[in-house]
């Protein structure tokens, strides 16, 4: 039962700090199209949008902590970004196309969980790469158990085998590296 009140309480937080990151977000903080995520974050001293990346860290601190929590009842096919982008889009956001919130104009929710989940990432990979544990690989942060198989060989080998990812001892890593971005976004905010 204390669970689901957990579970419940960091879903609505999540929700909350998205709504608040919505408020502040616009179309002409990205290069390109918003759909690809692809947010300026700083122009390489400075942070472009201060206000808007205290609010990035506060929406993925929430998303985490609502995943760490739906990680001791559920178990994900993904790894921590795939599972970013889906919590968003189907938990948080629940693909409402007529949702009034995030980024006004022609966005629907998928697109918008899309590019907050990028965002949202991408904010991860520059945290990770201070974990003590790190892959050497941007988009594979956890080690291979394998000698002979690369983080990113041995990543597409737990998708075909299903649901290996947040099991054994690399679900373990998994399990450390989703609790260090956690600690490391406290920080933060």
């Not at 003590?132 to 941007?138: A, N």
């Not at 594979?140 to 001892?169: C, N, R, V």
Request: charged share 25%.
């Amino acid at each position: 039962m204390m669970v689901v009140f957990k579970k419940n309480h960091l879903k609505k937080k999540a929700f909350t700090e998205l709504r608040t990151l919505s408020t502040v977000i616009k179309p002409e903080m990205f290069y390109g199209d918003v759909c690809f995520g692809d947010f300026k974050f700083s122009d390489g001293n400075e942070p472009l949008y201060p206000e808007t990346e205290t609010q990035i860290y506060k929406c993925a601190l929430a998303v985490l902590e609502y995943i760490e929590c739906l990680a001791k009842i559920t178990v994900f096919q993904e790894g921590i970004c795939g599972t970013i982008f889906e919590v968003l889009r189907k938990d948080i956001l629940w693909i409402d196309d007529s949702c009034p919130c995030l980024i006004p104009g022609h966005y629907g929710a998928g697109t918008i969980a899309e590019a907050i989940s990028e965002i949202i990432v991408n904010s991860c990979k520059g945290i990770w790469v201070d974990w003590e544990h790190f892959s050497g690989s941007s988009s594979y942060p956890i080690q291979s158990p394998l000698a002979d198989a690369s983080p990113m060989q041995y990543f597409h080998f737990t998708s075909a085998e299903g649901g290996l990812k947040w099991k054994g001892e690399y679900g373990k890593q998994r399990k450390e590296l989703l609790s260090f971005l956690i600690k490391s976004l406290k920080e933060k905010v």
